[in-house]
């Protein structure tokens, strides 16, 4: 039997692993395009998309699995990021970087994310998040809006004896398993441009009409931060690109 390390020094294989739905006519393609220029392999669950998501995904090598479900798992959140999970982590990864289809690392992450991985002192990272707002130049910056002043932790060093799991939760489920919390981390100061509310006003009004839908009652979330969508005139700041 091969020796395997709990934590790797060195030589490290980073897996992207994300879940999409309908994504054809967005971001999905230059998400892609951007990760394959860092991550070695990439595995996708599609939650029964009806558009050509799923062509597209085949046409990227690094997508090393591809899911496909028949029946949408939409509205129980917690059973989607479990299937996501259990689907990379049967590649035997190393590190696991749990990513959404409209978002996109700073390009610097390219040349420091080796940095993050090849080491043996933490087992995840949080990265900081900004909400792009109405379009690729401004983010939304107020009492709502701010993820991108505390770190959101996305990628994880995947430890095979350890207990994970997801909170049975419908909505606004954590995209790596809540037990990773546990482990030690590290704050990196990487960017991530998260372009799911760079559309128009129609787009956000559909966005907000769903979230009321799905959580009428706040139950899964905050109505005030539903409610927030809909400000006709929301703090923005300019995007600037870091060297």
Known sequence: MTFRPLRKPANNKLTAMMQVRNEENR?????LDHLTGFADEI??????????????CRRYPKVVKLVELTESKFREEWKL???????????DPDWLLAIDADEIYEDKTKHRIHELINQDRYDWVGFRFYDFWGGTTYY?????????KRHTMTLVRYLPEYHYFYPKREHHVSRLPLSCGALPGHGSELRV???????????RH???VRYMEMDPEGKWGSLEHYRSILDPDPHLVEWKEEP
Do not use: M
Not at 43 to 56: K, L, P, Q, Y
Not at 81 to 91: D, H, I, P
Not at 141 to 146: I, V
């Open 81 to 91: 990021r479990q299937l996501l999970w259990e689907a990379a982590a049967a590649t």
């Open 206 to 208: 559909r966005k907000y």
């Open 27 to 31: 971001y999905f393609e230059e998400v």
């Open 140 to 148: 939304r910056e107020d009492e709502y809006w701010n993820i991108h």
């Open 43 to 56: 595995v996708i669950v599609d939650d029964a998309s009806s558009d050509r998501t799923v062509d597209i």
């Open 193 to 203: 441009k998260h372009y799911g509310w760079a559309g128009g006003e129609e787009e």
